[in-house]
């Protein structure tokens, strides 16, 4: 019986060792206050909830029109993108995880957010070698947690049984089981409704890798 499983992006598979608001600093050539900072994720955020191209370009154009910097918003969206992307990490545990699974089963990523973000932190760790697809909300047009995305990735790896790992309860594991999903939950919160639930993919891979024959 073949089987699919998804894996979320950030806080699944990576986290950061740097603040948004920091990489927001380092990039920005000039000195950023805490109001533009608000300014500029509150825009971003709109614009990857909203789907739309270009968030990060769209944030430095507000940037320099609200502020009246002499700045190119291109060039720092392509800079705050590869920041953003060099502050992530990929515990080995959890690489070994996926590159497991990935052996064994139909594998990809199903994650929020902006295309070229998203697909820079995956290639930077190389995690498109081992996966067999990987869907990002604002390139199909939905994100989560619409169910539109779920079936998307349904059709795009089919199977008998689909299972998503996730580590927001209300936005990856709730829509993930009402479009048929196995789930485990990944989060730092106590969700007693959660099928299967540990406190991070790091504790997951320390469960799973054993019986499997890896070592952690």
Do not use: C, W
């Not at 070229?116 to 939905?142: C, F, P, W, Y």
């Amino acid at each position: 019986m073949a089987t699919t499983v998804y894996f979320d992006l950030d806080g699944t598979l990576l986290d950061y060792n740097t603040s948004f608001a920091e990489l927001f600093a380092q990039t920005l050539p000039a000195n950023a206050s805490d109001e533009m900072v608000e300014t500029y994720f509150e825009h971003v955020l709109s614009g990857i909830t909203q789907v739309e191209e270009k968030p990060y370009r769209q944030g430095f154009e507000i940037i320099r029109r609200e502020y009246d910097l002499d700045i190119n918003p291109e060039v720092l969206a392509t800079e705050y993108i590869k920041k953003e992307a060099d502050a992530t990490h990929l515990p080995p545990s959890v690489k070994r995880l996926v590159e497991s699974v990935a052996a064994q089963h139909q594998t990809g990523i199903l994650t929020n957010g902006d295309g070229r973000m998203q697909r820079q932190k995956i290639e930077q760790h190389a995690l498109d070698d081992l996966v067999d697809t990987v869907i990002v909300s604002n390139e199909v047009g939905a994100r989560k947690p619409s169910q539109e995305i779920f079936e998307e990735a349904k059709e795009r790896l089919p199977a008998e049984t689909f299972v998503y790992i996730g580590d927001t309860f209300e936005e990856d594991i709730v829509p993930a089981r009402e479009a048929g999903f196995k789930t485990v939950y990944v989060g730092e919160e106590n969700q007693p409704d959660a099928e299967v639930a540990t406190s991070g993919t790091e504790e997951l891979a320390a469960i799973l890798l054993p019986l499997t024959g890896e070592s952690l």
